[in-house]
């Protein structure tokens, strides 16, 4: 790694004048650029930082070859091999979830027990590297679990390099008005996940991390309060403006495109945004774009058949991530109704191509939404999100003025904010941080609120 490269201008919170490239150890246990969710995050976030940072990116050896394929230009990479014990987690979870698609809580439990041995793998190899002052940090971006613990942050913490561990994302409690969607979603072992504070290593992680990426406020009210002081707020999602470019809106005319992209699992609340874009549908005033696929996409056919909306719905099932944006660009309405949803990055992605979003007031994907850029309905019962999604989407259709300026609002927060190379910028800021270089940096909670972007409120959010 070069120690010497030219400084680069990167002026931040209460700071200014340049910053040098730092150093980095990037542990992305699942980073892929193939998938998406944690895997295509940890990836991304390496090749960002690769632009403004010496990045050495280790990885599990089963991404070895998509990462490759990829290219690792700006960045070295090293795979470890820890698929004897991510294979068995995988391999158990999946009996005990009854496939692949439900009770994500055991997979992750059980990926947790596994992740140890990845981290001993990556101390026998650069254990003396870290020691020997090669790196001026490490960073743990995956698994992005809270409840994971990172046996290196004591390592790190005895040879005096600053660990860095997240952006933390979940937890998120089940709301007590889905909670039949607990039962559906297989999430047994969601009932007694506070047991996970009492892992071993648990503690440490936190006491001897430098700084603590929070991506989400539960995460924040989560993490105990004596270590506040470490943690910046940071969610984990950002998108690519390669693939989700900034374009204008074409001028609208009806009907009112809305469309969802996700797994159709009972979480997502699918059927709700079914039944409020109902109403519209059968008078042809208003399209729906149901993308993705999951065990819920019979009984949303049937809901969709019950309802005679048929000539008014579409299922294409999966679209390609690389094609993904020229689908989206058609909508003019993100409809996001999950109630219980982590990070929200799809979230992200619409709003970068303009469209409005409407999601429930719990959870990620609200936080993304600064006042007058979307809306976000308070979580009450079924019935009365359904209400809430209905009258969003007649009153935007009755508004297309109103509908426009709030798709440009939208955009400008994005890609102020949340593009990858915003994302490098950010944790350059963290990185000099943790070195003494920097004030600690603070972009609010939720994430860019007084940015000066924001219109009128149209936010739940207190």
């Known amino acids: 790694m070069n120690s010497q490269a030219p400084a680069i201008p990167a002026p931040g919170p209460g700071n200014s004048g340049p910053l040098r490239r730092p150093r980095i150890l990037l542990l992305a246990e699942s980073a892929n650029p193939k998938l998406f969710s944690v895997a295509l995050i940890g990836w991304s976030f390496a090749r960002a930082l690769a632009k403004v940072a010496d990045v050495h990116l280790v990885a599990e050896l089963r991404n070895q070859g998509d990462i490759e394929a990829a290219g690792t230009t700006g960045m070295q990479f090293t795979p470890i091999d820890n698929r004897r014990w991510q294979g068995l987690a995988w391999r158990v979870a999946k009996v005990l979830r009854g496939g692949t698609t439900l009770g994500w809580s055991t997979y992750s439990a059980l990926a947790t027990l596994a992740y140890p041995a990845f981290e001993r793998r990556v101390w026998r190899q650069f254990g003396a590297r870290i020691r020997g002052g090669e790196f001026d940090a490490v960073h743990r971006i995956a698994p992005n679990a809270p409840v994971t613990p990172s046996l290196l942050a004591t390592r790190c913490a005895r040879v005096g390099v600053p660990f860095v561990l997240g952006p933390l994302n979940g937890g998120v409690p089940w709301p007590k008005e889905f909670a039949y969607l607990r039962r559906a979603e297989r999430e047994w072992l969601s009932y007694v996940r506070g047991l996970s504070r009492y892992l071993p290593g648990y503690t440490a992680t936190r006491r001897d991390s430098a700084a603590l990426l929070v991506g989400a406020r539960f995460a924040w009210r989560e993490m105990p309060e ?198 490098a910028r950010q944790m350059l800021e963290i990185y000099a941080w943790v070195a003494g270089q920097r004030n600690k940096p603070d972009w609010g909670m939720p994430f860019g609120f007084g940015t000066g972007i924001a219109g009128p409120a149209k936010h739940t959010i207190d």
């Not at 109103?402 to 955009?411: G, I």
């Open 226 to 423: 004596k270590y506040h002081d470490k943690c910046v707020f940071l969610p984990e999602n950002a998108i690519d403006a390669d693939r989700f470019p900034r374009q204008e809106r074409p001028e609208f005319r009806e009907p009112l495109r809305v469309a969802f992209v996700g797994r159709l699992v009972p979480l997502k609340g699918v059927d709700m945004l079914v039944e409020a874009a109902a109403p519209l549908a059968r008078a042809g005033r208003l399209k729906l774009d149901i993308i993705g696929d999951g065990p819920e996409l019979p009984r949303l056919k049937q809901l969709v058949a019950e309802l005679k909306i048929g000539e008014s719905v579409e299922f294409p099932g999966w679209v390609e991530h690389t094609k993904l944006a020229a689908r989206l660009s058609q909508a003019h309405v993100f409809g996001f109704p999950s109630v219980r949803e982590f990070g929200g990055g799809v979230v992200l992605e619409a709003m970068a191509l303009g469209l409005v979003p409407v999601v429930v007031d719990y959870g990620g994907p609200a936080e993304l939404i600064l006042p007058g850029t979307g809306y976000a309905l308070p979580l009450t019962s079924r019935t009365e999100v359904i209400r809430g999604m209905a009258e969003r989407f007649a009153a935007l259709l009755a508004d297309p003025l109103e509908l426009a300026a709030m798709a440009r609002r939208a955009q400008e927060h994005v890609f102020q904010n949340y593009t990858w190379d915003a994302k």
